[in-house]
């Protein structure tokens, strides 16, 4: 080889990405560029004259096959070989593209030239990228009932879970054309949704392989699909949920139903014990000893009219879409001095102390409002200390009124002030009778008024229950 031309072949010998040596028949090292030399991490002086299967023990068994080829006239073009190239190290295992040429000089083998490439980069990225791709199969597949890819028309790729949930196997489900999967009402759903790249959620009625209807959300994403537009659209069973929808509906309907018929039915035999304990009364004054007996049968008779009261009202609520109010022009100070009055007289030991400010007349439901103050002022009796006063502020501006009533009582716990206007709800701690509809009516009333209604509780200040009303409410229903 010409002298200017050696400079030439070293550089390509020493090309990047690619290490190259030469071996005799022995499968001795004779010559290695720097890729080589540094795939068994030991100095080039100390490589020479040694067999490749001694540098390179991880790959031995592999290695001596291939060379035993190559040393019989077979070209080895890129085998594969994976294995620890240097026990003693802590690398790890490497993964290596081989080619063993024969290497003849004067019509003799000489030895062997072997070129490789060092893939374990590339092969570690693939082995990351498989194991991220199961990952995330593994987490939809928890996070959803099941999932598959669609073009529109065809079922492109399907979850374990997706085929499980339709009644097939995996393979089954592949290849399928969409419009099978659903019942025929769905089918145009399905294919407007894909169409305008509706994400849902949505639901439609699949078809499973037994041809039961099974109701499924869907929550869908467009995605690449080896190169083309598809649809990736997550699947969650609705049955159960169905189920238990339509069970609470009819058990609420059936209990407003019968909320309904024992208002209605109780208020006749409790007009006739009303009148009866009043005729009573008329005969034995209070300080009686009839009239003693007949004071707390009165006392009961009420708070038993008061119960049906809410039923009645919570019944309207529900089936009618709220409390009915007629508005006209009032005067909230005269509600509240009416009863106030009334609380004054029936507890006496607990003061109420209102403070007004403002204007205070509005176009409102004067009765309904009487209602919604004394079921707030209810409330606060049964929660107040005793001996403590019940606070009650009324603030007019020129939007509206706000109206508090304030007690003393323990605060209350967040999480039980988040149920506080439900029905049926009367806290933990036992507070006197009730149905636990008050709350629940009186929201409804502010509601029917187009207000609110809001509580605050600390113990330094106690609970506050604030409704502000605008001075013009609906119309009439």
């Avoid at 879409?321 to 029936?346: D, F, K, W």
């Avoid at 509005?362 to 707030?376: T, V």
Wanted: neutral net charge.
């Amino acid at each position: 080889m010409p002298e200017e031309a050696r400079p030439f072949l070293q550089a390509l010998l020493n090309a990047p990405g690619w290490a190259v040596g030469f071996l005799d028949r022995e499968l001795r090292l004779r010559w290695a560029n720097e890729a080589m030399v540094a795939l068994a991490g030991q100095p080039l002086s100390s490589q020479l004259g040694r067999p490749l299967t001694e540098l390179w023990p991880g790959l031995a068994s592999g290695l001596a096959a291939l060379c035993a080829r190559a040393l019989a006239g077979e070209p080895i073009m890129g085998a594969a070989l994976s294995g620890v190239l240097a026990l003693c190290t802590q690398e790890g295992e490497r993964h290596l593209r081989l080619s063993l040429l024969p290497a003849v000089s004067g019509g003799v083998l000489a030895g062997l030239t072997v070129m490789a490439q060092d893939e374990t980069e590339r092969v570690r990225a693939e082995e990351e990228a498989r194991e991220a791709e199961h990952r995330m199969r593994t987490l939809v597949d928890l996070s959803c009932d099941g999932y598959l890819i669609h073009d529109g028309a065809t079922v492109l790729e399907a979850s374990r879970g997706c085929a499980s949930l339709l009644g097939y196997l995996q393979e089954e489900v592949v290849g399928q054309p969409l419009a099978r999967l659903l019942t025929p009402d769905s089918r145009l759903s399905a294919q407007r949704a894909f169409q305008n790249q509706v994400e849902g959620p949505y639901e439609l009625i699949a078809l499973r392989s037994t041809q039961q209807r099974l109701p499924i959300q869907v929550l869908a994403r467009e995605v690449l699909f080896r190169g083309r537009r598809a649809c990736l659209a997550a699947l969650w069973d609705q049955t159960g949920k169905r189920a238990a929808e339509e069970a609470a509906a009819r058990a609420e309907y059936l209990r407003e139903q019968l909320l309904g018929v024992v208002g209605h039915d109780l208020r006749t035999p409790l007009n006739t014990l009303q009148l009866g304990i009043s005729a009573l009364q008329l005969e034995g004054p209070p300080d009686t000893p009839l009239g003693r007996k007949l004071t707390p049968m009165s006392n009961a008779a009420r708070r038993m009219e008061r119960m049906i009261h809410d039923l009645l009202d919570f019944t309207r609520a529900r089936l009618a879409g709220g409390i009915p109010v007629t508005p006209a022009p009032t005067s909230l100070e005269r509600v509240l001095e009416q009863v106030v009055e009334e609380y004054r007289l029936a507890y006496p030991e607990h003061p109420i102390v209102p403070l007004l400010e403002g204007e205070l007349k509005g176009h409102w439901d004067a009765a309904r409002l009487a209602q919604l103050l004394d079921n707030l002022l209810q409330n606060a009796l049964r929660h107040s200390l005793h001996g403590t006063s019940i606070g009650l502020s009324v603030k007019g501006d020129s939007d509206g009124v706000t109206l508090a009533v304030i007690n003393k009582g323990p605060p209350l716990p967040p999480e039980e002030r988040e149920a506080l206007f439900e029905p049926f709800r009367r806290g933990k701690r036992p507070a006197g009778e009730g149905l636990g509809l008050g709350l629940y009516i009186a929201r409804q009333i502010a509601q029917a008024h187009d207000g609110r209604i809001s509580v605050e509780s600390c113990a330094e200040r106690g609970t506050s229950f604030k409704v502000w009303l605008p001075r013009r409410g609906p119309a009439p229903r």
